[in-house]
């Protein structure tokens, strides 16, 4: 008798595929530079720069394009000097063997991963700081250049454009993933963004509860229903920037009065902290008022009822908004620096802690203002467990939104001297989201005469 | 005075960023299983098939979904037992611990790389084989079931119509980009297809002689002239299932006469070698037989002169062609199998040191016909600089190629017990083409009236 067993382990390496090359975002902020197998160097005392590209094998003329000299990528990229990688150690040994080297090592905040710091033979030989650049490119990275904005207002503008004609021909009937498929349709063809920022989340319906929704194991397959909410969570990505617009509405086209409930109390969370926002203002504050619009609109739907002051105490709001109001926006989707030494520490209560930072905003910061309310299994059920939060409940009604999913919307803002330039461009009022669906025009046209 | 530089290395690293899982091929082979971070067992002696997966944290139903249990996954993929993967060690040894473990090890002869075997506590306490079980599973994968031939003949049907959607709407002064954005919105929206198998090669003009074009390095962004030759190399990808489907057309719709000698050789040479496969041919052969028609082709368009079997026999044929001829296909686009132990080797002369396999044809293989004539200068200096080739060439009727492009044609076929059924239903003859371009109808209506 055969005694075997066999294993199979689920990691992709037993193949020739080769998932296609994007840069790293720190490579990207300071080269600007697409291809891979890269390197750079800034001469701080100087200003000089100087790129390092690969030696190309021979082969690669005949399977990947031309061969081109280090001269023809310092032009493109307008770097002072250019060298191939193997050049490095003499590059660096011949011109900066007295200098202290600066490498990039630092945590990021949000995934928790270290970056992996340049090296190269002979560097044993030069004074080595890991400590200094981290925190200081990160932070140079908060505050965009008006180059940035531009990049980052073209990319809103075909990613707000791409979630119009999402709405335009969604109809129960079709998949979520068809929503997927016209929205990277529009952003490549029409805005060459060759790949969206993230995955898009496609929900319908239940899945609309499900923050990150639309992952491997859970891929905007579902078929859409009539009667469904959709919470459509998509980006383009053009020049490694990122667009991040949430976009919420009934799959049918008109809002029950349930609908209007829950979504207006959405809106009026994104308005009010749209309106508030401005250099100076602390950000875990709008997190903490757009709760408070959220706890406002559960009441008027008959899910919560109390004294709203104390539900703010318990952090009810936290519950049926688990995520962070918002997070830097640019090379990254959740761009670097929320959580820097020597700026205010994670705050560890629901909702709050899921911020990704807790910084005073300044002028050409650029965040996403994304409220929500959801209807979640696990946090109701905690909710209803739990008598300092279950008081404020009632819980039939509460058990009535199970399956309900929920709502969410998201702008992508720039921080101006008196307030916000919003750079999204999307109906958001019920009135506009209703009209678009039935074939109104967007954005209205300026010059229409009244009726 | 400051003494300071900076280094920044460019890998994606440093950022919370992360890409859509696909499954690894032999385990979707074996487990058909779409979640990330699952393993699998087979039990040799009972055919009982286990299949483990990850125990999610609480937050998971916040972010990602339901946490579904082990009986949920046993159900969805038709194993006969689930557990948890940190149960590995536990049902291994209560159920298993007399028999020899056989983890998947070995090398893919495509990219060079070893998968990596599985391994779980305790396994020291087990014999464990890693060499039976790759070679066997490799060559289990070349032979498709019927399951498998439906799933890639729906990907080739979607993978054809995509291409058909390409050629009918470009135009001179569209981006080439823009037929990647055609061809991946119609397989996705029709086919349900979130992933191409492989970066789509949109080239255009002289990118059209670089066969791996469309990387990131060179991203399909050139505008399409007039008179430009186009190569689209694109495949869907469904249910981790590849479709890999060339063609090539003039841009503007209207072939030359230099272009339709240089279309005809490549289709002379796909029509002869889907004629000739059978079960018993060698694959290696085909490649000599595609060699002989683009050899034709070039003595027809005045480039080359002489005796074409003299011009065999120092492979000349390979410098316009330094492609293999085709490979298997399935679960990954260049599927594994070609050079396994115990079948012929790889042989080192032009052309044919690319092919990727040179293995006898038999029945239920799946293969990429795809020959193809390219114009590549590195290419084209090598045949000049050795007398043992130039002296069959027209040196200046060739200089007159350098920056035309290329052309290659890819079927995706199945072998059957007495020739091939090919997949692939696209537009191929030079008639064919211009018709559809010109508005016509694909396939043809074939109750259309003769006129
Ligand atoms: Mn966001
Ligand atoms: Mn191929």
């Known amino acids: 008798m055969l005694k075997r067993i066999c294993m199979i382990p689920a990691c992709r390496n037993d193949t020739d595929h080769e998932p296609l090359f994007r840069q790293e975002s720190y490579f990207h902020w300071a080269f600007g530079c697409a291809e891979a197998g890269t390197a750079g160097a ?3 005392d100087t200003k000089k720069s100087i790129l390092f590209i690969p030696r190309l094998p021979e082969a690669y003329a005949v399977w990947m394009g031309k061969i081109e000299p280090p001269s023809t990528f310092a032009k493109k990229y307008g770097v002072d000097e250019a060298y191939y990688v193997d050049e490095i150690p003499k590059v660096m040994q011949d011109n900066y063997a007295s200098k202290t080297v600066h490498v990039l090592y630092g945590k990021n905040t ?5 970056s992996k710091p ?3 033979e002979g560097m044993d030989k030069f004074t080595v700081d890991k400590d ?22 073209f990319v809103n503008q075909m990613t707000s454009e791409g979630h119009v004609e999402a ?3 969604i109809k129960p009937g079709m998949y979520e993933y068809q929503l997927e498929a016209i929205f990277k349709f529009h952003v490549y063809m029409h805005g060459g963004c060759r790949r969206t920022a993230y995955t898009p989340i496609c929900a319908s319906g239940p899945n609309a509860a499900v923050l990150h929704y639309g992952h491997a194991g859970a891929p905007n397959d579902r078929e859409i229903k009539d009667g469904d909410i959709m919470l459509l969570d998509m980006g383009g990505e053009y020049h490694c920037y990122a667009g991040d617009i949430t976009t919420s509405y009934p799959a049918n086209g008109k809002f029950t009065e349930e609908q209007k409930i829950v979504y207006q109390g959405v809106l009026n969370a994104m308005t009010s902290v749209e ?3 401005k250099p100076g203002v602390v950000w875990t504050d709008m997190q903490i008022l757009a709760s408070r619009r959220i706890l406002e609109a559960l009441i008027e739907l008959g899910v919560l009822h109390g004294d709203i002051e104390e539900m703010m105490k318990v952090y009810l709001g936290g519950y049926f908004m688990p995520h962070g109001l918002g997070h830097f926006m ?5 761009d670097v620096g929320g959580y820097l030494p020597g700026y205010p520490e994670r705050i560890d209560k629901p909702g709050l802690r899921s911020v990704r930072t807790a910084r005073e905003l300044k002028e050409n910061m650029v965040l996403t203002v994304e409220p929500g309310m959801y209807f979640i299994d696990s946090e109701m059920d905690k909710i209803i467990a739990d008598p300092t939060l279950s008081k404020f409940v009632n819980v039939e009604r509460l058990n009535q939104f199970r399956g309900w999913g929920g709502v969410r919307l998201e702008d992508n803002v720039i921080v101006t001297a008196t307030g916000i330039d919003n750079m999204s461009s999307v109906p958001r009022t019920i009135e506009e989201l209703e009209s678009v669906m039935a074939g109104g025009a967007w954005p209205p ?6 009726e």
Do not use: N
């Not at 949000?110 to 270290?114: H, I, N, Q, R």
């Not at 640019?330 to 959740?334: A, F, K, L, S």
């Open 118 to 120: 340049a090296s190269f």
């Open 275 to 277: 309106q508030a926002m």
């Open 445 to 450: 046209a300026r010059d229409a005469k009244p």
């Open 330 to 334: 640019g090379i990254d989707t959740h």
């Open 132 to 153: 200094t650049l981290h925190p200081v490119i990160a932070d140079l990275r908060v505050f965009k250049t008006k180059e940035e904005l531009d990049v980052l207002r």
């Open 110 to 114: 949000d995934s928790g991963a270290y």
């Open 167 to 169: 709405m335009r021909q």
């Open 42 to 44: 800034i001469d701080i």
